[in-house]
């Protein structure tokens, strides 16, 4: 008699000794007593299609793709999600019996329900959202807030031509704003989200004028170390709701979770505790 071969998933990145996604998800494999691994590997960029062909065959049935393997994914896959065309990268693939990738992104939905939990009240159609950064995590950010119906997206970021080839991308209700005017754009905006790497341990400090902030604005910052950065204190403190970017993390991952294991985790306190002590 073979034995059941137990399901194993990981995530792909390089560098990868600092992803939180194996904590993640073996904290879910023991909360729910379900049988699985969760595995980090660190693959160079010439190796990702050569390492993604073998993982099926390994009992791999699914992998998150984390930097700098995002674009090279999607491109790789033999079926993508709309929601990863719109972003134009992806962080889940999953695999057919047949060895086939399947890719998704689910960073957008992350984010949206980072908020949702902490802001129930929040309204995205409500008014314009101010966007600072124009990388990677921004287009998943401006895709989900077009998706949930914010009216208008100012974008900022200090090289303009990347934002300039996002609204491009994303069309009209994307307006760039000059970096140096950054700051004037958050008197109009109901939702305030930095994508940028500013305010993070180790990056540059937040320096964008935030006297503009509208009270009772929801204001979420996408770094999460630390988890109260200047720009959330700062909001909290004009009377905004403040939500910080560990959320977006634990949320991304629940379907991706799901996919893999076939049970829908839960994101609660003690996973953030788990996560983030
Ligand atoms: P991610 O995938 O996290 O979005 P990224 O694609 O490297 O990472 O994008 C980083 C973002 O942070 C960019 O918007 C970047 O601005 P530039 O396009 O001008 O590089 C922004 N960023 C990083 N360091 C910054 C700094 N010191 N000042 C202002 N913006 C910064």
Redesign the pocket.
């Known amino acids: 008699m073979t034995e059941a071969k137990i399901p194993l998933a990981g995530v792909l990145g390089h560098p990868i000794a600092h992803s939180k996604s194996p904590r993640l998800h073996k904290y879910w494999l023991r909360r729910h007593g379900l049988p699985g691994d969760y595995v980090p590997m660190d693959v160079h960029e010439q190796n990702l299609e050569t390492v993604l062909r073998a993982l099926p065959k390994a009992g791999f049935v699914g992998v998150n793709v984390t ?1 700098p393997h ?1 674009v090279a994914a999607l491109e790789l896959a033999d079926q993508v999600s709309d929601r990863a065309t719109l972003i134009g990268a992806a962080n889940t693939l999953s695999f057919g019996a047949d060895g086939r990738i399947h890719a998704d992104n689910t960073d957008g939905y992350g984010f949206l329900e980072n908020i949702r939990h902490a802001a129930p009240s929040w309204s995205p159609a409500a008014g314009p959202a101010a966007v ?8 998943a950010v401006i895709a989900s807030l077009l998706d949930a119906q914010v009216p208008r997206i100012l974008l900022t ?4 031509p ?2 300039e080839a996002l609204r491009a991308e994303f069309g009209a209700r994307v307006q760039v704003v000059d ?1 140096v005017q950054a700051g004037n754009m958050l008197e109009e905006a109901t939702t305030v989200v930095n ?4 305010g993070m341990v180790g ?2 400090e937040f320096r964008i004028p935030l006297d503009g902030l509208q009270p009772g604005a929801v204001v979420s910052d ?1 770094v999460y170390t630390p988890l109260r950065t200047r720009l959330l204190e700062t909001a909290e403190a004009a009377g905004c709701i403040a939500v910080d970017g560990l959320g977006m993390l634990l949320h991304q991952a629940v379907p991706a979770f799901e996919r893999f294991f076939g049970v829908r985790p839960e994101v609660d306190d003690e996973l953030r505790r788990v996560i983030q002590p």
């Open positions: 930097i995002k600072l950064g124009a990388g990677g995590a921004a287009r970021n200090r090289t303009r990347k934002a970096w994508t940028t790497s500013l990056a540059g996408l």
